[in-house]
């Protein structure tokens, strides 16, 4: 509290020395000095605004978001590059989309979980429940149903006899990171551009 009146003063008198010079004068110089001063006390560190919380909120959900649709894009693109070498590659690719999805994509979806929920408690979140409800359902079906299909595949896949049917297993996990791909972007569309309203 103390370092805001602090900075208060010295923006007041920063808002007459730049009024002076702009030209400013009466009581649009007070405005001035009046916005100046109260951007600096909302912008202190010891107190915390609404809007502030739920900017950070928006931007860890955006950024996990992004982080789980990179993380399989990235996996998915390799695995294609691998496989066109050689048919084995294809299997390298798949262990490295299981991989990248447990230990990036899963606990990126938590987080954007977790945050999304928090920014709908704290009542500033759009309006667009349908559209909300929407997003979630492709979160929803792209987290469980990814990983219920995925994980039961790798492992049929290192158990797998044949490199005929492990290039199956593969390939259905390729498969299914390309399906997460296509439900994450959807869902983020929904949520984003909230077409229709």
């Known amino acids: 509290?103390?370092?805001?009146?602090?900075?208060?003063?010295?923006?007041?008198?920063?808002?007459?020395?730049?009024?002076?010079?702009?030209?400013?004068?009466?009581?649009?110089?007070?405005?001035?000095?009046t916005l100046k001063s109260s951007r600096l006390s909302l912008s202190t560190p010891t107190e915390p605004t609404d809007a502030m919380s739920y900017d950070t909120l928006t931007t860890l959900h955006s950024l996990s978001a992004y982080i789980w649709l990179g993380s399989l894009f990235g996996t998915l693109v390799f695995t294609t590059l691998v496989s066109r070498r050689t048919p084995a590659g294809?299997?390298?690719?798949?262990?490295?989309?299981?991989?990248?999805?447990?230990?990036?994509?899963?606990?990126?979806a938590v987080v954007l979980l977790l945050t999304g929920i928090?920014?709908?408690?704290?009542?500033?979140?759009?309006?667009?429940?349908?559209?909300?409800?929407?997003?979630?359902?492709?979160?929803?079906?792209?987290?469980?149903?990814?990983?219920?299909?995925?994980?039961?595949?790798?492992?049929?896949m290192r158990a797998a006899s044949s490199s005929e049917e492990a290039i199956a297993f593969a390939r259905r996990i390729a498969l299914v990171g390309g399906a997460e791909i296509v439900l994450i972007v959807i869902g983020i569309w929904v949520m984003g551009a909230q077409p229709g309203s």
């Not at 690719?93 to 999805?101: D, E, K, L, M, P």
Request: proline share 3%.
């Open 118 to 156: 928090w920014m709908i408690g704290t009542g500033n979140a759009p309006e667009g429940g349908l559209w909300l409800t929407l997003g979630f359902v492709a979160w929803l079906v792209a987290a469980v149903v990814g990983s219920a299909l995925m994980h039961p595949a790798a492992r049929k």
């Open 1 to 33: 509290m103390r370092w805001r009146y602090c900075c208060g003063k010295d923006a007041r008198r920063i808002g007459r020395t730049q009024s002076h010079i702009l030209g400013i004068s009466g009581s649009s110089r007070r405005v001035a000095t």
């Open 90 to 108: 294809l299997i390298t690719g798949a262990t490295a989309i299981v991989r990248f999805s447990t230990r990036v994509g899963l606990p990126a």
